[in-house]
């Protein structure tokens, strides 16, 4: 069955939100970020980026590049709350919406050209988030979600592209193989030793060439770079969530034990979600007593992947829900509303010492398990 997919990405998000709380900024070159001689690029405006300036680059690099860029600092409580004011009015009037990270949604709206043809329906569905929340936003409208992405990314900034069905193949063609999602810095430096920069190219050779030098994912780009991709809008509440269950051997009150394990089941949760580019939003504690009486209790928080927030926010709610000082036969924690996102975004909230820390501990988990490396505090 031909669908109608959308995909929506606000541009430049954190920039624009900031414009929004303080509208001398606009116009202006600016970048979000770390201010500190150490900080990096989180994203830049515009403005900023015709000087060379782009994400995850030094400060110090980008401000010999634009002297005179505006530094601001980030606010992810903000972001959260702008981002969840974007998802509410898309839920409002689509009931298929996947959101894939802190600015990014996908739609499955197949079905709604009866009524109102879906081209008129997603702009206005873009007015209506303008000028709802003041935030700039580009729209792509296809049969699939690759093609939808690539189509905002050629809307941007601030506009919106339709490709008809059938015509995915030639609206692919002339762009750069940059361009497909799955390519990034290290594949995009293999293809274009084999001498490929076009999508038209990959469309021009065989699967099993791609195969041959990429595997699986070579087989994955040569559909991309022909338009085919069946992949599902995934519903929001059906995104996976993360959890761990700590049952004790003999049931405790000793706060120093339940404390160690809360804090090792968070990092470890915390080090699966940045493994997996992810950020929570909603933390959920939940103590079962030696009765077997189970009491649950759940937070929504600002997007992180961070140990050191979620930490502070297990406690709290440890904190409200264990008010019984009854023996406790098992205690678990759960992430969920997770989206795609990187935890570079927590930087600003985030010393760098807390990074460079969580990202050294990283490193040595993948390399020698997880259990090899905890934080001092929960030993
Ligand atoms: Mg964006």
Same mark, same amino acid.
């Given at each position: 069955?031909?669908?109608?997919?959308v995909?929506?990405d606000?541009d @430049?998000?954190f920039?624009s939100?900031?414009r929004?709380?303080n509208?001398a900024l606009?116009?202006k070159?600016?970048?979000v970020?770390? &201010?500190? %001689?150490?900080?990096?690029? *989180?994203?830049? &405006?515009?403005?900023a980026?015709?000087?060379?300036?782009?994400?995850?680059?030094p400060?110090? #690099?980008? +401000?010999?590049l634009?002297?005179?860029?505006?530094?601001?600092?980030?606010?992810?409580?903000e972001y959260?709350?702008y981002?969840?004011?974007?998802?509410?009015?898309?839920?409002?009037?689509?009931?298929?919406?996947?959101?894939? *990270?802190i600015?990014?949604?996908? +739609?499955d709206?197949?079905?709604m050209?009866?009524?109102f043809?879906?081209?008129?329906w997603?702009?206005?569905?873009?007015?209506?988030?303008?000028?709802?929340?003041?935030?700039p936003?580009s729209?792509? #409208?296809?049969?699939n979600?690759t093609?939808?992405?690539?189509a @905002?990314?050629?809307?941007k900034?601030?506009?919106?592209?339709?490709?008809?069905?059938?015509?995915?193949?030639?609206?692919?063609?002339?762009l750069?193989i940059k361009?497909?999602p799955?390519?990034?810095? $290290? =594949?995009?430096?293999?293809?274009?030793?084999?001498?490929?920069?076009?999508?038209?190219?990959l469309?021009?050779?065989?699967?099993f060439t791609?195969?041959?030098? #990429?595997g699986e994912n070579?087989?994955?780009?040569?559909?991309k770079?022909n338009?085919?991709?069946?992949?599902?809008?995934v519903p929001?509440?059906?995104?996976k969530s993360m959890?761990?269950d700590h049952t004790?051997?003999t049931?405790?009150?000793?706060?120093a034990v339940l404390?160690?394990?809360?804090? =090792?089941?968070?990092?470890?949760l915390?080090?699966?979600?940045r493994?997996?580019?992810k950020l929570?939003s909603?933390?959920?504690?939940?103590?079962?007593?030696s009765?077997? %009486?189970?009491?649950?209790k759940?937070?929504?928080?600002?997007?992180t992947?961070?140990?050191?927030v979620l930490?502070?926010?297990i406690m709290?709610?440890?904190? $409200? +829900?264990?008010t019984?000082?009854m023996?406790?036969?098992?205690?678990?924690?759960k992430f969920?509303?997770l989206?795609t996102?990187?935890y570079q975004? %927590?930087?600003?909230n985030? @010393?760098?010492?807390?990074?460079?820390?969580s990202?050294?501990?990283?490193?040595?988990r +993948?390399r020698?398990?997880?259990d090899k490396?905890?934080?001092?505090?929960s030993?």
């Amino acid at each position: 069955m031909e669908r109608n997919i959308v995909h929506c990405d606000l541009d @430049t998000f954190f920039v624009s939100v900031a414009r929004l709380q303080n509208s001398a900024l606009i116009g202006k070159p600016m970048i979000v970020g770390g &201010s500190s %001689d150490r900080g990096v690029v *989180s994203s830049c &405006s515009y403005e900023a980026r015709k000087f060379g300036i782009h994400s995850a680059m030094p400060m110090r #690099l980008a +401000l010999q590049l634009c002297r005179e860029a505006i530094i601001v600092k980030g606010d992810y409580d903000e972001y959260s709350k702008y981002s969840n004011m974007v998802t509410e009015i898309i839920k409002e009037r689509t009931p298929l919406v996947e959101k894939a *990270s802190i600015d990014e949604h996908y +739609l499955d709206i197949t079905g709604m050209d009866k009524f109102f043809g879906c081209w008129q329906w997603t702009k206005e569905l873009r007015q209506s988030i303008i000028k709802e929340t003041g935030l700039p936003i580009s729209f792509g #409208l296809s049969a699939n979600k690759t093609v939808s992405k690539i189509a @905002t990314g050629t809307a941007k900034p601030c506009g919106e592209r339709q490709v008809n069905i059938g015509l995915e193949k030639n609206f692919l063609a002339p762009l750069s193989i940059k361009k497909i999602p799955m390519v990034g810095e $290290k =594949t995009y430096t293999l293809l274009r030793n084999m001498g490929i920069s076009k999508i038209l190219t990959l469309q021009q050779m065989e699967v099993f060439t791609m195969q041959r030098a #990429l595997g699986e994912n070579g087989i994955s780009i040569w559909k991309k770079a022909n338009g085919v991709d069946d992949s599902p809008v995934v519903p929001y509440h059906e995104q996976k969530s993360m959890s761990k269950d700590h049952t004790f051997e003999t049931d405790t009150i000793d706060m120093a034990v339940l404390k160690k394990i809360l804090f =090792t089941m968070i990092d470890e949760l915390a080090f699966d979600l940045r493994k997996d580019v992810k950020l929570t939003s909603c933390l959920t504690l939940k103590i079962r007593y030696s009765n077997f %009486d189970t009491h649950t209790k759940q937070i929504k928080i600002p997007y992180t992947s961070s140990e050191r927030v979620l930490s502070e926010k297990i406690m709290l709610l440890f904190d $409200k +829900l264990y008010t019984r000082r009854m023996l406790i036969r098992l205690i678990g924690v759960k992430f969920s509303g997770l989206i795609t996102g990187s935890y570079q975004v %927590d930087l600003f909230n985030d @010393t760098i010492k807390d990074v460079s820390l969580s990202s050294a501990m990283d490193h040595i988990r +993948l390399r020698f398990g997880v259990d090899k490396v905890l934080r001092g505090i929960s030993l």
